[in-house]
């Protein structure tokens, strides 16, 4: 991996064009099918993948309706992982997306990029994760995230890492 690139409303245009939309997109949908095949319930999930236009346009007016911050992991121009986050009132930063490609997988990307978001500085760095997703929940446990409630959506646990 050679670059991280944040993509923030500073730079939004970035992220409605090309490449790392595109991929944002893409990985997205394949999260939503990891959760829906799962178990998680696709309407408690907030997207449905009916229609790819509908998918699309939902999945855009969330990240640009809470202001969801992304950063990008590069290898070389090809887009290998990202992390989505929103910034919350109190100082607090909500993890809402990890996502690394199958083959970059268990490489340190996922660790990499959970750790820039740790390098903002929020006094609570929280996540929300499946509880079938083994791997992120040892990944969020190894980086000192500590399982806190179950979440309003079945099958899924937040994990809170206070930084204060």
Not at 5 to 20: H, T, Y
Not at 64 to 78: E, M
Not at 102 to 118: C, D, F, H, I, Y
Request: aromatic share 10%; net charge negative; hydrophobic share 35%.
């Amino acid at each position: 991996m050679n670059d991280l690139i944040l993509i923030s409303k500073k730079n939004r245009d970035a992220l409605e064009q090309g490449d790392i939309f595109s991929y944002i997109t893409l990985a997205e949908y394949e999260l939503y099918h990891q959760h829906v095949s799962n178990g998680i319930d696709s309407d408690a999930y907030g997207l449905s993948d009916i229609d790819s236009g509908k998918f699309v346009r939902d999945l855009t007016k969330y990240y640009v309706d809470h202001d969801t911050d992304c950063i990008i992991a590069k290898d070389g121009d090809t887009s290998i992982g990202f992390v989505g986050y929103n910034r919350l009132d109190n100082n607090e930063i909500y993890i809402i997306s990890l996502y690394v490609d199958v083959t970059s997988r268990r490489t340190g990307v996922a660790s990499k990029l959970v750790n820039e978001v740790l390098k903002l500085k929020p006094s609570v760095c929280k996540a929300l994760i499946a509880d079938f997703n083994t791997e992120s929940r040892g990944l969020f446990t190894k980086l000192g995230f500590k399982s806190t409630s179950e979440s309003p959506i079945n099958g899924m646990r937040e994990y809170h890492l206070v930084l204060k």
